[in-house]
């Protein structure tokens, strides 16, 4: 059999004679179980995989052997879950630290999606991870190192909610320029800019705030900037404008937009949620009659809902989910687009926000709800 990249990961040492095996069976299955255990395997554990090997070898050749073992201890359930134990005196229902083994595991998942690399292990295993020093050391390593973009492409993927930009398709009637090319370039804008701010050590702020993004030439065409050719992303100052930080993110702005036009109440929820941290409103009763959502900033049900949008900083406003800004749309609503939100000082919304008129009573229930939800629901 060749000599391939993993069975060099795998067979660190040959025997030369038949003496000499069950020493560098140990050797192996000693090194291979403290990385896929996490953490040093006890003496009980290497014995049940040197009973594999034993087996395996009676049949066969030490590789044979060596086989077994592994076969065995890819469906441990010390490899499969990440176990982590209460202490034996921890009371019911307090907190404790965890064990530096195991604050190991919880680092190498987050930051690398993987499991924790020697060096971690070696300063888990002497209990030096929880010093500050070291912790601080260790997070820096990892954070340097390449297996750190999982770290974005995971983490901050799930948070942005920017990786479901690939299951959103904007209506090509309206949008005829929207392809597969610049749905890739959005994401890959995101994915660097999130990248930059991390490795970079920037502060939580300038998420929101920074002067640059991340654009080739069919992103920076799309969003209007001159002088950038060709299809490496490179990093771009941002004079002004609205683009700056995650909120003029095209990504960002699709994701979070109907198919055929911008969604200010969709936006105000994800801000909502995946910025402020708060959880959005119940949800709204419906008519018993016509069954349409209530929508009366007035009416009690609601009136929670629209006071938090309110207080909420404004939306992202960009015209539809292609991301071209128009700032004449602003505080307008235009023809078959739905309902748009502007501030107006003699609005009776909470939070001073006015609906362009879209709502009207209905007359059942005697509360706002959606034209052309029901025939019921106009007047």
């Given at each position: 059999?060749?000599?391939?990249?993993?069975?060099?990961?795998?067979?660190?040492?040959?025997?030369?004679?038949?003496?000499?095996?069950?020493?560098?069976?140990?050797?192996?299955?000693?090194?291979?179980?403290?990385?896929?255990?996490?953490?040093?395997?006890?003496?009980?554990?290497?014995?049940?995989?040197?009973?594999?090997?034993?087996?395996?070898?009676?049949?066969?050749?030490?590789?044979?052997?060596?086989?077994?073992?592994?076969?065995?201890?890819?469906?441990?359930?010390?490899?499969?879950?990440?176990?982590?134990?209460?202490?034996?005196?921890?009371?019911?229902?307090?907190?404790?630290?965890?064990?530096?083994?195991?604050?190991?595991?919880?680092?190498?998942?987050?930051?690398?999606?993987?499991?924790?690399?020697?060096?971690?292990?070696?300063?888990?295993?002497?209990?030096?991870?929880?010093?500050?020093?070291?912790?601080?050391?260790?997070?820096?390593?990892?954070?340097?190192?390449?297996?750190?973009?999982?770290?974005?492409d995971g983490f901050a993927g799930q948070w942005l909610q920017v990786r479901n930009i690939r299951t959103v398709y904007p209506d090509p009637g309206e949008f005829p320029h929207f392809d597969d090319n610049l749905r890739e370039a959005l994401l890959e804008e995101t994915r660097l800019f999130i990248d930059s701010q991390i490795r970079e050590d920037r502060g939580?702020?300038?998420?929101?705030?920074?002067?640059?993004?991340?654009?080739?030439?069919?992103?920076?065409?799309?969003?209007?900037?001159?002088?950038?050719?060709?299809?490496?992303?490179?990093r771009v100052p941002l004079n002004g404008g609205d683009r700056g930080g995650l909120l003029g993110h095209g990504s960002i702005l699709t994701v979070t937009s109907y198919p055929n036009r911008t969604s200010p109440v969709l936006r105000g929820k994800w801000i909502l949620e995946n910025i402020l941290g708060t959880p959005r409103p119940r949800r709204r009763p419906?008519?018993?009659?016509?069954?349409?959502?209530?929508?009366?900033?007035?009416?009690?049900?609601?009136?929670?809902?629209?006071?938090?949008?309110?207080?909420?900083?404004?939306?992202?406003?960009?015209?539809?989910?292609?991301?071209?800004?128009?700032?004449?749309?602003?505080?307008?609503?235009?023809?078959?687009?739905?309902?748009?939100?502007?501030?107006?000082?003699?609005?009776?919304?909470?939070?001073?926000?006015?609906?362009?008129?879209?709502?009207?009573?209905?007359?059942?229930?005697?509360?706002?709800?959606?034209?052309?939800?029901?025939?019921?629901?106009?007047?």
């Amino acid at each position: 059999m060749g000599e391939t990249p993993s069975r060099r990961a795998i067979f660190d040492c040959r025997p030369l004679r038949d003496a000499d095996e069950q020493a560098c069976a140990i050797r192996i299955l000693t090194r291979l179980a403290t990385a896929a255990y996490r953490r040093p395997a006890r003496d009980r554990e290497l014995q049940t995989l040197l009973d594999f090997y034993a087996a395996g070898r009676e049949k066969g050749s030490f590789d044979e052997g060596i086989q077994l073992a592994l076969e065995r201890l890819l469906v441990d359930p010390n490899f499969l879950f990440r176990i982590e134990r209460d202490p034996s005196r921890a009371a019911p229902g307090t907190p404790y630290d965890v064990s530096d083994l195991e604050l190991a595991s919880r680092l190498s998942f987050f930051l690398w999606s993987s499991v924790p690399d020697d060096e971690l292990l070696a300063a888990a295993a002497r209990g030096q991870l929880r010093n500050p020093g070291m912790l601080e050391q260790q997070v820096r390593r990892m954070l340097a190192d390449s297996r750190a973009t999982t770290l974005v492409d995971g983490f901050a993927g799930q948070w942005l909610q920017v990786r479901n930009i690939r299951t959103v398709y904007p209506d090509p009637g309206e949008f005829p320029h929207f392809d597969d090319n610049l749905r890739e370039a959005l994401l890959e804008e995101t994915r660097l800019f999130i990248d930059s701010q991390i490795r970079e050590d920037r502060g939580v702020p300038e998420l929101l705030s920074a002067d640059y993004t991340f654009l080739n030439e069919r992103l920076a065409r799309h969003y209007g900037v001159p002088n950038v050719y060709g299809s490496r992303f490179r990093r771009v100052p941002l004079n002004g404008g609205d683009r700056g930080g995650l909120l003029g993110h095209g990504s960002i702005l699709t994701v979070t937009s109907y198919p055929n036009r911008t969604s200010p109440v969709l936006r105000g929820k994800w801000i909502l949620e995946n910025i402020l941290g708060t959880p959005r409103p119940r949800r709204r009763p419906r008519c018993p009659r016509c069954r349409s959502e209530v929508r009366a900033a007035g009416t009690p049900p609601c009136a929670s809902g629209w006071r938090r949008i309110g207080t909420t900083p404004p939306a992202p406003r960009a015209t539809h989910p292609s991301i071209h800004w128009d700032s004449r749309s602003r505080g307008s609503t235009r023809p078959g687009r739905g309902a748009r939100w502007t501030r107006a000082p003699s609005s009776t919304l909470p939070g001073r926000f006015r609906a362009a008129p879209r709502l009207k009573g209905c007359r059942d229930c005697g509360r706002c709800c959606w034209t052309g939800a029901s025939s019921s629901c106009a007047r």
